[in-house]
């Protein structure tokens, strides 16, 4: 059964930093394109950062420059580092894995993150 499980996430000053990460498990974790969304308090859930399953990126504007997103296949992870952090980037963040054009599509439950002074 494919699962995903969020950790890293909590209360963090502005202008700080959090690591987010992703274990998986349950199915062929190298072949899925790996994603962090995120939906704050009374918004839809949107796309942050995207990592193929051939290494290419891809991010939303509001957060070039101040986010990272990578993969270890070996250890089936997937992590969002994240700088710089903003009271808009608070949200809960979500972790994705999906084959593309296929039903394969998992998601995890969530880690909360709380920019706030």
């Known amino acids: 059964q494919a699962q995903l499980v969020e950790s890293g996430g909590g209360l963090v000053q502005p202008g700080g930093s959090l690591r987010l990460s992703c274990a998986a498990s349950g199915f062929d974790f190298s072949e899925y394109d790996l994603a962090w969304y995120r939906q704050g308090p009374g918004k839809p859930r949107e796309l942050v950062a995207r990592?193929?399953?051939?290494?290419?990126?891809e991010y939303r504007d509001s957060v070039k420059g101040r986010f990272t997103i990578s993969r270890d296949n070996l250890k089936r992870t997937v992590s969002l580092q994240t700088n710089s952090l903003k009271p808009e980037d608070t949200a809960a963040y979500y972790c994705?894995?999906?084959?593309?054009?296929?039903?394969?599509?998992?998601w995890g439950q969530g880690t909360q993150v709380t920019v706030s002074s």
């Open positions: 994705n894995a999906k084959v593309p054009l296929t039903l394969y599509d998992f």
């Open positions: 990592i193929s399953k051939s290494g290419n990126t």
